[in-house]
């Protein structure tokens, strides 16, 4: 299966030229140049040397840091139209065939098109389709390739997502909380293996877990050591939006879920927007509700990708109105006790999630055993 980095944009790029110059050469030659000349953000970059050219074409080197200090994405415009007029200049005698080099990088693109999608997101490839030149295409692959990893990696995608899950939900629960009635990392690893995306946790402050019976529950149990509120997870899962805190959401946790014994926590990684929609219609069944349980209070976030783009900007405001008209429409509580906010977050493609979901439940009397 192809690798999508630097050294597959190199390879084809270097057979696609007349002059068949070795892979050192090509790198000092043409790959130095087109980082470095013209740009502002360097002064100076090293020759690399035969066996780290090699290396870097076959994916066994990261890449040089200074490469990427030189090509930031945030400078992607001027950079991108930079090493594209570059690219006009090393092909003044037509000594590449630009557009053989750029007919099978989308080949490969195409024939490996969920594996490209993993690597640089449907966004990113959207945006090299719609460059018009062969050459600010070439520039603009080169820049988010630089910005990626050089080394090939198995399972990239399930590694991906593990590194969401931990980032938001795990790395919030070391310290701060204690799972029951097994220690937490044990709790954490067995997690992990299972590739699990979903979690769910049954919040206890210590006097309810007096009563053993509270023991039994499959899901994992969560002692909370002070105000709901502080937890990590809630604090950054819910009341931190955008890096900062959402005062709004905040005081309705303090005020609607402080005092309980018992709170119930929904939180995971979702690939769409339908599937968000599936994970809490299952966990919380319309059949149940005011049947088996009522829903006393609901505080719910969603976080979705952001890149600061017109296109962006409309996605959210399109999924903050498709989540309030699913909320009106479940209503799994009033409205004063509904709290929902939407926020962005790195690391997550087009349509991906991550949520979290504070319940206050209560059991409708006569029935003994919760679900």
């Given at each position: 299966?192809?690798?999508?980095?630097?050294?597959?944009?190199?390879?084809?790029?270097?057979?696609?030229?007349?002059?068949?110059?070795?892979?050192?050469?090509?790198?000092?030659?043409?790959?130095?140049?087109?980082?470095?000349?013209?740009?502002?953000?360097?002064?100076?970059?090293?020759?690399?040397?035969?066996?780290?050219?090699?290396?870097?074409?076959?994916?066994?080197?990261?890449?040089?840091?200074?490469?990427?200090?030189?090509?930031?994405?945030?400078?992607?415009?001027?950079?991108?139209?930079?090493?594209?007029?570059?690219?006009?200049?090393?092909?003044?005698?037509?000594?590449?065939?630009?557009?053989?080099?750029?007919?099978?990088?989308?080949?490969?693109?195409?024939?490996?098109?969920?594996?490209?999608?993993?690597?640089?997101?449907?966004?990113?490839?959207?945006?090299?389709?719609?460059?018009?030149?062969?050459?600010?295409?070439?520039?603009?692959?080169?820049?988010?390739?630089?910005?990626?990893?050089?080394?090939?990696?198995?399972?990239?995608?399930?590694?991906?997502?593990?590194?969401?899950?931990?980032?938001?939900?795990?790395?919030?629960?070391?310290?701060?909380?204690?799972?029951m009635p097994y220690s937490h990392r044990k709790a954490i690893e067995e997690a992990l293996k299972s590739n699990q995306q979903i979690f769910y946790f049954d919040l206890y402050k210590p006097e309810a877990l007096k009563d053993n019976k509270n023991l039994v529950s499959p899901t994992l149990k969560v002692l909370i050591q002070d105000s709901i509120s502080k937890m990590p997870i809630i604090q950054n899962g819910l009341i931190i939006q955008n890096e900062t805190i959402n005062e709004r959401i905040a005081q309705f946790i303090e005020s609607n879920f402080k005092d309980s014994n018992k709170l119930t926590l929904i939180a995971g990684f979702c690939k769409?927007?339908?599937?968000?929609?599936?994970?809490?219609?299952?966990?919380?069944?319309?059949?149940?509700?005011?049947?088996?349980?009522?829903?006393?209070?609901?505080?719910?976030?969603?976080?979705?990708?952001?890149?600061?783009?017109?296109?962006?900007?409309?996605?959210?405001?399109?999924?903050?109105?498709?989540?309030?008209?699913?909320?009106?429409?479940?209503?799994?509580?009033?409205?004063?006790?509904?709290?929902?906010?939407?926020?962005?977050?790195?690391?997550?493609?087009?349509?991906?999630?991550?949520?979290?979901?504070?319940?206050?439940?209560?059991?409708?009397?006569?029935?003994?055993?919760?679900?």
């Amino acid at each position: 299966m192809t690798e999508f980095r630097l050294g597959w944009f190199c390879y084809i790029l270097q057979k696609s030229e007349k002059k068949k110059r070795n892979q050192e050469d090509f790198v000092n030659s043409i790959l130095n140049r087109l980082v470095s000349e013209n740009n502002p953000k360097i002064s100076f970059i090293p020759e690399i040397n035969r066996v780290s050219s090699n290396r870097l074409f076959t994916g066994d080197e990261e890449i040089p840091e200074f490469y990427r200090e030189a090509l930031p994405i945030s400078d992607l415009d001027f950079q991108s139209q930079r090493i594209a007029d570059i690219f006009k200049d090393l092909n003044c005698d037509e000594t590449f065939d630009y557009k053989q080099a750029v007919f099978k990088i989308k080949s490969d693109l195409l024939n490996q098109a969920k594996k490209a999608t993993v690597v640089f997101g449907s966004e990113k490839i959207e945006l090299f389709n719609h460059c018009q030149e062969d050459e600010l295409y070439l520039a603009t692959l080169l820049i988010f390739l630089v910005n990626l990893s050089n080394i090939p990696s198995k399972n990239s995608e399930e590694l991906r997502q593990t590194q969401i899950i931990n980032q938001h939900i795990f790395k919030y629960l070391e310290n701060e909380i204690l799972l029951m009635p097994y220690s937490h990392r044990k709790a954490i690893e067995e997690a992990l293996k299972s590739n699990q995306q979903i979690f769910y946790f049954d919040l206890y402050k210590p006097e309810a877990l007096k009563d053993n019976k509270n023991l039994v529950s499959p899901t994992l149990k969560v002692l909370i050591q002070d105000s709901i509120s502080k937890m990590p997870i809630i604090q950054n899962g819910l009341i931190i939006q955008n890096e900062t805190i959402n005062e709004r959401i905040a005081q309705f946790i303090e005020s609607n879920f402080k005092d309980s014994n018992k709170l119930t926590l929904i939180a995971g990684f979702c690939k769409n927007e339908d599937e968000f929609y599936e994970v809490i219609d299952r966990h919380l069944p319309k059949e149940a509700i005011n049947k088996i349980f009522k829903v006393k209070s609901f505080a719910l976030s969603v976080k979705a990708s952001y890149d600061y783009t017109a296109s962006k900007m409309k996605d959210m405001i399109t999924l903050t109105e498709n989540v309030v008209n699913y909320l009106e429409k479940r209503a799994f509580t009033t409205q004063d006790k509904t709290d929902f906010t939407v926020g962005m977050t790195e690391n997550l493609e087009k349509n991906e999630l991550i949520f979290f979901c504070l319940i206050k439940p209560r059991i409708i009397k006569g029935i003994k055993k919760e679900d």
